[in-house]
């Protein structure tokens, strides 16, 4: 008994790091059709071919597709989080902080446009019904990437008030959780590249909208937001 106790234990370790390296692989696949294709035609069974299994397997591995995209989603935020960070630290003027976070925001998601598609699809999804299609260890990996670039703005935002030169009404933990979502909205309007005005009362008409023209509003009104 004393010999196989270790044995069995090392089997259940081995085991559990085929099903986190699975787990990885998923996930990779996921991601790269995600950035080849765009996440709305992608499928479970295009994922399990690219990793070479059938979509049973991917079911064994996550709850379903809303969990496999949420995990997803993690990757893109550590990477913004990565960005986000490295623009906090680029100035210690709290408005060129701010400008800087804001277009790093802006700048990771132009480039990954299956990381906004990712994000909006979650948000849409009422609370209750994410926490019967997403586990609670998945949902908490979510929220703390979430939060980790939340938490970068929050900081940046505080360390303003502190230096008296922002000046915000109530938690700054909400005014960042509402730039993060306005952003969102904002990149989705950079990629339509469509801006609609009226030419006179009741006529419409449709103008080019540049990506760069989106940033620039973005930045100016978190600025704006801030210093009112």
Known sequence: MATRAPQIDGRRKAAAARRRARKEQIIAATRELFD??????????????????????????????????????????????????????SSPDAKAQLAAVVGAF????????????????????????????????ALFRLGRGITSCMAILTEVLTGGIS?????????????????????LGALQLARLGILVTETSPGVPTVAELSADQVRNYVVSSALALVTA
């Not at 000046?167 to 730039?179: K, S």
């Open 36 to 89: 080849s294709r765009g996440v709305r035609d992608v499928q479970i069974e295009e994922i399990a071919t690219a990793v070479g299994i059938n979509r049973a397997i991917v079911y064994r591995h996550f709850t379903g597709k809303e969990e496999l995209f949420a995990m997803t989603l993690v990757g893109y935020l550590d990477e913004l989080h990565a960005s986000m960070r490295t623009a906090a630290d």
């Open 106 to 137: 802006f700048d990771y998601g132009v480039a990954h446009p299956a990381f906004v598609d990712c994000a909006l699809s979650l948000m849409v999804r009422p609370g209750d019904e994410l926490l019967d299609d997403i586990s609670e260890g």
């Open 163 to 183: 230096a008296g030169a922002f000046t915000v009404t109530g938690d700054p933990a909400i005014v960042a959780n509402t730039m993060y979502a306005s952003g």
